[in-house]
């Protein structure tokens, strides 16, 4: 069965900068987009960031647009997100996905902390 392995997760300080990693166990085909969502305590999870993997457009949350920027390696299944001038606001468990015609695929996710 797929897994996807988050890492990078942390605790980090107002302002600073963190890369989360998301790589597949297995060589998954035809996947159509990847992408990043985080949950906050007490809040639905929300998507973060998405790539489509068939021209490589992507799109982002409006809190996090200019800060954040979503990355993939095709050939690794891998997909990542840098993160900058992190705010407390930022603070969540993030879960990546992937997704073919027909199957999603989740993390386990990787919790981000962002400190005042």
């Known amino acids: 069965q797929v897994q996807l392995v988050e890492s990078g997760g942390g605790l980090v300080q107002a302002g600073g900068s963190l890369r989360l990693s998301c790589a597949a166990s297995e060589i998954i085909f035809t996947i159509n987009t990847m992408a990043w969502y985080r949950q906050a305590p007490g809040k639905q999870r929300e998507l973060v960031a998405r790539i489509i993997t068939d021209g490589g457009s992507t799109n982002y949350a409006d809190s996090v647009k200019g800060r954040f920027t979503i990355s993939r390696d095709g050939a690794k299944n891998t997909v990542y997100l840098q993160m900058n001038r992190l705010k407390p606001e930022d603070t969540a468990i993030y879960y990546c996905?992937?997704?073919?015609?027909?199957?999603?695929?989740w993390g386990q996710g990787t919790q981000v902390t962002v400190s005042s």
């Open positions: 996905n992937m997704q073919t015609r027909l199957l999603g695929y």
